[in-house]
């Protein structure tokens, strides 16, 4: 038997799939909250197999509901039920650590499934949701800031990361301090920081020093 709590500010809402899910075999709805911060608590208390969880509540809304969920509860499996497409919507939500995400207009069975599916730690996604998902993933696969750097500005960034100063750049790349400066400010903007220790540190997480 699935265990499955429903957190959704809507009383029709939960009536509704309440009733529906309560005809399923395999399905039971062991408690209901109507904003985030009781759906957390009742998660804590009942330990469900899959929430359905709204997004917009009062209070506490189902992104910061989610992430509460996750801290505490080892693998939950949450599925979004929501009305909302919107980006400020989903990949926050994918991002607290929902499982699955659905709109309110999917048919009851399709809801149904997912619930299976989450059980088994399968991810269901809204036809819509899984095309922002791959469009988003193509997008970070663009161009790194870094790559539009010049060789020279991509050795001074190396050296800044190494811990050189900027007359120890002069003297290594046997061009003028003033030069020296010009190279930072061009890397920087490039690069959209604001100082020698953002590059450094920028440098280190895209492993461009040598």
Known sequence: ?????????????????????????????????????????????????????DLLMEGMDGIQATREIVKVLAQPKIIVLTSFLDDDKVY???????????LKTSKAEKIAEAIRSA??????????VTS???SKMQG??????????TAREMEVLQLIADGNTNQE???????????VKTHITNLLSKLELDDRTQAAIYAYRNNLVK
Do not use: C, W
């Not at 009383?11 to 957390?40: C, F, H, N, W």
């Not at 059980?119 to 819509?128: D, N």
């Open 1 to 53: 038997m699935i265990r499955v709590i429903l957190v959704d500010d809507h009383e029709m809402v939960r009536i509704g799939l309440s009733a529906y899910l309560s005809t399923q075999p395999d399905i039971e709805v062991v408690g209901e909250a109507s904003d985030g911060k009781a759906g957390v608590q009742l998660a804590l208390e009942t330990k469900p197999d899959v929430i359905l969880m």
């Open 119 to 128: 059980a088994k730690g399968e991810s269901v996604l809204e036809a819509k």
């Open 169 to 179: 750049i002069a003297d290594k790349l046997f061009i003028t301090v003033k030069t």
């Open 140 to 149: 970070s696969n663009q161009e790194k800031p870094h790559e539009s750097l």
């Open 92 to 102: 926050p939500a994918l991002e607290a650590g929902a499982l699955s995400y659905l």
């Open 132 to 134: 922002k998902v791959i």
